[in-house]
């Protein structure tokens, strides 16, 4: 599959816009496809899905993890799991669930993924792990309804998630044109002097200050982009809108419930429908 050709090797968040996305189902949909090319480290944003699923009463999915795996985690949880650890290094700080500690899976087994509070560490931790070579690829598992992930882990591809029933079709279509929207923006890393340079974020009130005459807004990359489908679409009208920094949008893997395919794509449009991966996770 293309979309996991190009995670193979790279660093990769996976996203969504809201909760129950599937974030977590794709990623146990890649994992044992990325491990055909080297150890896999596997990451969150706060704590992942399955604890929340536990602290609720509900029903736990924890990821699955194999020998060579890199994840980050707290004592506690890795008590809890049934995968052993090796600890490689205590991480400075603290999560809100406590300690954190870079580990390399030694028995495979079910782990629950906790990340650092700050997306700074998070970034750290990226950075080593692709420095010393200690996983070929890297893979985030991210916040819901946020995209600063990508921000701060530099050079990386990403992959938007979505469920899709026949309640939130339209809806849903229009979030997941509006991320092929922002992943196809013109990239300009040195705008010329007569560009409007937006040094903070772009959001409604920031653009309703605008002066009229700009007409070209430079902003560092998506992620700072506050807009939301419908005013991003209208500004796109008057004004170009360039980002100094670009991300590569791997794909828009979608999960159907009482909704056909051929729905979606007419939902979609040809151009956004082609970068669709319908249920990636029964396909696997």
Do not use: C, W
């Amino acid at each position: 599959m293309n979309h996991l050709r190009a995670m193979a090797g790279a660093v990769t968040a996976i996203t969504g816009f809201e909760k129950g996305s599937g974030k977590t189902t794709f990623l146990g949909h890649a994992l044992p496809q990325l491990r055909a090319h080297g150890p896999v480290a596997v990451f969150t944003i706060g704590v992942d899905g399955a604890q929340k699923a536990r602290e609720s009463r509900s029903p736990a999915s924890e990821i699955r993890v194999e020998p060579g795996d890199v994840v980050m985690t707290t004592q506690p949880f890795a008590h809890h799991g049934s995968a052993r650890l090796e600890v490689l290094e205590a991480l400075p700080g603290r999560s809100s669930l406590g300690h954190l500690f870079l580990g390399r899976v030694v028995r495979g087994g079910s782990v629950t993924l906790v990340g650092s509070d700050h997306l700074s560490v998070l970034a750290d931790v990226v950075a080593r792990v692709r420095e010393e070579g200690l996983a070929t690829s890297v893979v985030v598992d991210g916040a819901v309804n946020r995209l600063t992930q990508v921000g701060a882990l530099g050079e990386v591809g990403y992959i938007v998630t979505a469920r899709v029933d026949r309640s939130n079709l339209l809806r849903a279509a229009a979030h997941l044109r509006h991320f092929v929207t922002l992943a196809g923006l013109p990239i300009d890393p040195h705008p010329a002097s007569d560009v409007h340079r937006m040094e903070d974020v772009l959001d409604a009130d920031r653009l309703a200050r605008l002066p009229s005459e700009v007409k070209v807004l430079s902003v560092e990359d998506f992620t700072k982009i506050f807009l939301d489908p419908a005013l991003l679409a209208r500004t796109l009208e008057r004004r170009a809108i360039t980002v100094r920094r670009g991300f590569r949008l791997l794909g828009l893997a979608v999960t159907l419930r009482d909704v056909e395919r051929d729905e979606l794509k007419r939902a979609l449009g040809e151009a956004v429908s082609e970068q669709v991966i319908f249920n990636p996770y029964e396909a696997a």
